[in-house]
């Protein structure tokens, strides 16, 4: 990688990394594949002495290493190094950085594998020093069963980059349950408040032998949250205040439901200690974590909770990105939905449409397809792409297919006709800047065969496939895309579609992937099609889909599949 490069690399890595590290609570920063650091935080600077200027694009061993005495370390002698090409976590109690002053600062550091966002795998590399801090207070000592410092912050390095990189609600709560049972507790309960203010139990699992297993019998709803219970759960699930619980605190008289189903929950699992937080969020509490312990002889004490409830405040910065973004997605897919039509039923012809999101919610885009019967008999074909990936782009599709309806039902022309009065309308009275298009009748030959006419507008062309398997595309009658101003005369074009054959319409979302060529989705989809083509239509498309779009695909997909019946 050149200099140049490098640079570039960092710039787009660290706003990204740095911020996650802030977090961690002491040095920390971020090194690439070859070792030079991409990302680092406010402490390390200030314990090194160093800018991030001095920092970033540097190789970490070169720069910072050293012996007891200052001394270059050798590479070959440096097990921080070993372990990072060997790609595995490694911790030393005893080791020496290099200031910008040229003195040595005594540290411990623990380096484990970190991802960030669609990079390569990185390594994180967390480190304090063993000299006093000069402006901190008395801090409470750890007890023996509380984890050491650096664990401690390797913990919460692991839980940000964990739980960050996920938008989806289960697994970052499957991750959560992960990175403190058995490290923490033999027990993790997780209760969510939803979004209509109902309390439920989502997570209940117990670590057995290192595995964890979920009870489901003891998750559900929870009543609701009392408003001046002083018992732990409910201070927590109203953001109060972190606590510490045992069996005795649920012994007496229970004061609402919740404490009555706690109760029945430290019976139900024989917890002896157990640490209860809120989980926050920007806006609002979601909820309450609940850390426990059997097999643990050691109580929870006042030390442990800091730790707690860190885990929980990243826990509900993850929770509330996930279910901001799911509530998004939800919006945007019914919105689509409502604008896609029904297929109609027409005697003769066999007619299914799938449509499906983009992988992320603010690519809801402009792909579309509809079908509709015209008023001398024949049915009308379209699937289409407006340019753009949000809900602009999937209003201006709806303005484009309702604009083509009232043309193609009004005005008795060939496709090429329709499709130039579109064009000319949508410069002028949409926002639409560009489109692709295929607009198409279909309409009875003889023999059974039904006749397709087409114009194509910058849209990649349609898939003839016959009954026996032979697939062929449509290539003729292809002009320039919707919106160019042109003014040219578009072509029209004509195909026979003999008994059993399938014709497929679709947008580029199911043939493009990143670093292939179109021809290479081309012809994935062709060599699909041809072995499906015995399958009924509803299966046909569905395997379609499932088998020629990429897997990295990060656009939305529309499909509209019709077959001509047996004669």
């Not at 198409?440 to 398997?469: F, K, M, V, Y």
């Not at 083509?533 to 379609?544: C, E, I, N, V």
Request: proline share 8%; hydrophobic share 40%.
């Amino acid at each position: 990688m050149t200099g140049s490069e490098r640079t570039e690399a960092h710039a787009l890595a660290a706003p990204t990394a740095s911020s996650a590290l802030e977090a961690i609570g002491t040095g920390a920063y971020v090194v690439d594949e070859q070792g030079c650091i991409i990302a680092v935080n406010a402490r390390a600077e200030e314990l090194l002495g160093r800018p991030a200027a001095e920092l970033l694009g540097h190789d970490a061993h070169d720069l910072l290493h050293r012996g007891p005495q200052g001394q270059q370390l050798p590479r070959t002698q440096c097990s921080m190094r070993q372990a990072f090409h060997a790609g595995r976590p490694a911790q030393a109690d005893e080791d020496y950085f290099a200031r910008a002053d040229g003195s040595v600062l005594p540290i411990s550091w623990l380096i484990t594998p970190y991802g960030i966002g669609d990079r390569r795998a990185a390594t994180l590399v967390v480190f304090h020093t063993s000299e006093p801090a000069r402006d901190t207070g008395p801090r409470p000592e750890p007890t023996a069963q509380s984890l050491p410092e650096l664990q401690r912050l390797a913990l919460l390095a692991e839980t940000t980059a964990q739980l960050t990189s996920t938008l989806d609600v289960d697994e970052a709560l499957r991750r959560l349950v992960a990175l403190v049972v058995p490290r923490l507790a033999d027990w993790v309960v997780v209760d969510l408040i939803t979004e209509r203010d109902e309390v439920w139990r989502t997570v209940v699992v117990h670590a057995e032998g290192g595995t964890p297993v979920r009870h489901e019998d003891l998750q559900g709803p929870m009543p609701p949250i009392p408003a001046e219970s002083p018992m732990p759960l409910s201070r927590a699930l109203r953001g109060v205040a972190s606590t510490l619980a045992g069996p005795r605190t649920y012994q007496g008289t229970p004061d609402s439901g919740i404490a009555v189903e706690q109760g029945r929950l430290f019976h139900a699992t024989g917890m002896h200690s157990a640490a209860i937080a809120p989980i926050r969020g920007p806006r609002a509490v979601l909820g309450a974590l609940t850390l426990g312990r059997t097999e643990n002889p050691a109580a929870f004490t006042p030390v442990d909770l800091p730790l707690i409830e860190d885990i929980a405040r990243r826990a509900g910065i993850a929770l509330d990105n996930a279910r901001l973004y799911q509530r998004q997605r939800k919006v945007a897919e019914t919105m689509q939905n409502h604008l896609l039509p029904q297929m109609p039923g027409v005697e003769g012809l066999q007619m299914t449409a799938r449509y499906l999101p983009a992988p992320d919610a603010s690519h809801v885009g402009g792909d579309w397809y509809d079908a509709f019967p015209l008023s001398d008999a024949s049915t009308a074909l379209a699937i289409g792409d407006v340019v753009g990936h949000d809900l602009e782009a999937a209003a201006g599709m709806a303005q484009v297919r309702n604009m083509l309806r009232a043309y193609a039902w009004s005005q008795h022309e060939p496709p090429s006709r329709i499709v130039e009065r579109l064009d000319e309308a949508i410069q002028h009275i949409t926002d639409v800047t560009m489109a692709t298009m295929i607009f198409g009748r279909i309409e009875a030959a003889h023999d059974g065969h039904r006749q397709l006419s087409w114009t194509n507008a910058g849209h990649p062309p349609p898939l003839l496939i016959s009954r026996d398997g032979l697939a062929n595309y449509l290539t003729d009658g292809h002009g320039i895309l919707l919106g160019t101003q042109a003014g040219f005369r578009r072509p029209d074009a004509t195909a026979l579609l003999p008994p059993g054959a399938t014709l497929v319409l679709y947008t580029d979302g199911l043939i493009e992937a990143p670093g292939q060529s179109l021809d290479t989705g081309l012809d994935r989809l062709r060599r699909h099609a041809a072995a499906l083509a015995h399958r009924p239509l509803t299966s046909f498309t569905d395997q379609l889909l499932h088998r020629v779009r990429p897997a990295d695909n990060d656009d939305d997909v529309a499909l509209l599949a019709l077959r001509v019946p047996e004669a």
